[in-house]
């Protein structure tokens, strides 16, 4: 038999190893995944602080070719909250640490997008990447570094300390990646202008390697509430959790561990599911046995009593938002916007908005167009994948809407939650959990009725027209044949019949119109 | 300014957190992918020790439900080479631990896979895991573990050591999760179908539920070689792997570096690429510095004339095999199978096959039906994310091949690789590495430009088909008419006259009896 060897890696060699599956797979997709991750660590970093975004992108060529792969500079400068010294050297060089493993709804959820960001970099072009930081203090902090990959740690190169004079705060990241900019570009513009878009409060300059500026101004000042972390809702917290908040619980009993650790549970509650699982209300949180965890996390999942997850740690786009956002990028004829009712997964709360847009300046498809958004950033690769594809393309029977494809149909969705269940690293996908595919049939289901409703409308005035048509046609003829066949010189009036048709003015005028243009074409011929 | 906190935390912690992203996702998708990571490390642990894989898997439920989301009882047995004890505990209860992280051809690619389904099962079900495992010797060892997840250890709760009279080889793996088979069945018995026909000398057997028996007997009892160990190449190798490879070389010149230490570079390549580098011939390999190494991998990506990559490490199912196989699913009537030369991405090299069939068994839709292997594993999940699916729906123009949709078109690719670049933990889409896409896109080209002169002929034969209806359909009229016309009372025989048309004698039956049903429906009414 073949001698079989065994070895384990870190999690940076791993990453290193498989940077596909962080969504590093091309020099095009790896150059749009650097800008992402880095973007939406500063939109982080200035909303824990309740700060007005302010981001500068800035990316430039370094290379001779005019276009394709080559090596680029990337520069992203934030307002955010800054990063502690001690902290920028393992932020940003040292896979799974990170400030972003708390209960409350963020952009980035692995604390590895930066640092993965500049780890491509390092392995395309072998140069140490620069941070520069202060948190307002009277110091910043300028680190360069490079990732010891084997290690996962990171190895400083320089550490050098600077006079704070203007009181500057925010972030700066600085590095090189093998990137092609001209096979990304159309959804690295998508990208700012979709991100904007859901982040109105946010001012985002980008700076292209051709020296062209994007620049999208914030539209308002006010900064939603910094999401806050909260405890978490007991639908289906499962035994590691449970057994972790157990092992740290300062709680004396086992009622009072349940609703001190928990939300939405008092007394009541917490009695009824401690007699479910058949647990001691004064039993001590720390002394329950294996299979009691087991029982009382089942006794959870059977109860089916609890309250709705607080939203409050929740940060939704918002009806009105997410109304003005679509009707500025597509224009429609028909528009519905849902919010749902937050719903929980696994303990995490979330909640679901919808938009579903018909006619104007959406393109008539065979497909639905489908913008998605998580967490306020648009999620541009993998739609196929995604959870919201999947109920919009096979979970709703359109026809039975009076949808007919080709049809210029677009669907935005938007979800939120302290964790997304992203498919991949690279965060591209949503996992389709089955509870968040019932909130998206729900609120898809809700539009597409106001839709049909719409559509029937559109339908019904279209045959009123096409009869108005008719009607506009020949009534002016008949009328005057009568006349001439009764010897009067002027036709009867025919507005009075036409109104008692249900046909108001405006219409009569625009059919008359096209009645007397189809006419002259007639007497022309 | 709100205080940040920072943590690390383990991979194994970081997978119970992101579960999705190892395909972990709704009790269906976790049955499917528990049973495919170990059915998969079962096929890999009989191929390397060349031996014909016998699995059987065996799926219990442990509830009273009779059908939807309950307790299962997984068990997957195989006659593969085994683990050795020492091994056990780390192998089944680490992430990132494994045996898999050589250069070499096979399924499982994470250390990953396995860990992750008794993880799983220990979040749903908090009960552990047992795996009972003989390398052939005189003891069979089992071991009852979970997964310290924050610590990413195991704890071993027993480990027994038994006699091995028989002298068993294999291992076994047993363990409880929460599924849903009623919602997964049909991918699990489409997987287990396809991965034995990508695997004819497997022997695969599978118990469900309900006691019924799904069982793929082997075809041959060849087993092809198992996949080799090789070099890397040198195409694609980036630095990190580079400075790793200089770390341990023992080699006392860069030019004996380079030839020792890639595949495909001889002493005249090893000579131009270190000019090109301008790197001392002579240079110790371990003084390199940052700078050398940079314009050692830049040197290697600007030669471009290195030979093909050794395909000996991969084991493609070969022309004849898959052949056979979509012979054996489609019964197409047009088939055209394609195996491309050996490429390399990043150093890997990698082989793409593929079968385009058209017609026969395939059902008539509007898009292609695609099937998926990697490695000889079916990817059946996120089947529009993955390269292939790009290749196939974008790249090629259908249109100028004749094909008009809705079209009975199938294509099957497999992917073969010592690394195939998957975008997820779940081994379900590969990446669009650039190098991969043009492999595909040649491969079908081929394969398409078979198909248009197939459906060129058919077209021809269509047309004289339809030209010989009418000649049919009105030749014996006209011969009858003007038989009575010329008063004579049998028509003259019109047969010659169809021959000299081009058109054979089971042409002018088929197309006899079509006039004369026709004939015979008109004189019916």
Request: hydrophobic fraction near 40%; charged fraction near 30%; include cysteine.
């Given at each position: ?133 202060s948190?307002?203090g009277k110091e910043i ?22 006079e704070n004079k203007?009181r500057w ?357």
């Amino acid at each position: 038999m073949p001698e079989v060897r065994f070895e384990k890696i870190s999690p940076a060699d791993f990453f290193y190893r498989n940077r596909d599956i962080a969504g590093f797979s091309s020099p095009a997709r790896s150059l749009y995944m650097s800008i992402r991750e880095l973007v939406e660590n500063s939109l982080d970093a200035a909303e824990v602080g309740k700060i007005t975004p302010s981001i500068i992108v800035e990316l430039s060529c370094e290379g001779n070719s005019d276009e394709g792969v080559d090596i680029y500079r990337l520069k992203v400068e934030d307002n955010g909250i800054g990063v502690a010294p001690e902290h920028i050297p393992k932020a940003f060089a040292t896979v799974f640490y990170g400030s972003k493993y708390g209960y409350k709804q963020s952009r980035g959820t692995f604390g590895l997008g930066g640092t993965m960001a500049l780890l491509y970099g390092q392995i395309t072009t072998n140069r140490p990447a620069t941070v520069i930081s202060s948190t307002g203090g009277k110091e910043i902090h300028r680190f360069v570094l490079m990732i010891d990959i084997v290690k996962n740690e990171p190895k400083v190169f320089e550490h050098e300390v600077i006079e704070n004079k203007n009181r500057w705060r925010g972030t700066i990241v600085e590095f090189h990646l093998e990137a092609d900019y001209s096979a990304s570009k159309a959804k690295i513009i998508q990208y700012f202008a979709h991100t904007a878009m859901a982040n109105p409060y946010a001012s985002i300059m980008f700076i292209d390697p051709k020296g062209r500026l994007y620049y999208y101004p914030r539209v308002t000042t006010e900064v939603p509430e910094p999401p806050k972390e909260a405890l978490p809702h007991p639908v289906g917290v499962d035994v590691e959790t449970m057994s972790r908040l157990l092992a740290t619980a300062r709680d004396r009993s086992m009622l009072s561990f349940l609703m001190n650790n928990f939300q939405k549970v008092g007394e009541k509650t917490a009695r009824e599911v401690l007699q479910l699982a058949e647990i001691p209300e004064d039993k001590n949180p720390r002394k329950l046995s294996h299979e009691e965890v087991t029982r009382l996390v089942d006794a959870i999942k059977r109860y089916g009593k609890f309250r709705a997850p607080d939203p409050s740690s929740l940060s939704p786009i918002g009806k009105n938002l997410l109304e003005v956002g679509i009707r500025n990028m597509l224009n429609p004829d028909f528009l519905y916007v849902v919010q749902r009712p937050p719903s929980s997964y696994s303990g995490y709360p979330f909640v679901v908005e919808v938009g579903l847009a018909y006619g104007g300046s959406i393109p008539v498809s065979d497909t639905i167009q489908l913008y998605r958004f998580a967490n306020k950033i648009p999620l541009l690769y993998d739609e196929r994948a995604d959870v919201s594809w999947k109920v919009a393309s096979e979970r709703i029977d359109w026809s039975t809407y009076k949808v007919r494809f080709p049809a210029p149909i677009a669907i935005v969705t938007h979800i939120c939650s302290p964790k997304i269940p992203y498919k991949t690293v690279g965060k591209e996908a949503i996992a389709d959990r089955p509870e968040i595919e019932r909130e998206l049939v729900a609120a898809l289901r809700e539009a597409a009725r106001a839709l049909r409703l719409y559509l029937s409308k559109v339908e019904k005035r279209e045959i009123a027209k096409r009869k108005l048509d008719i009607y506009a046609r020949y009534l002016p003829l008949i009328a005057k044949y009568s006349a001439e066949l009764a010897d009067r010189k002027k036709p009867p009036s025919i507005d009075k019949l036409l109104k008692s048709l249900g046909i108001d003015e405006k219409m009569v005028e625009e059919a008359k119109k096209k009645a007397l243009e189809k006419l002259q074409e007639l007497y022309a011929e």
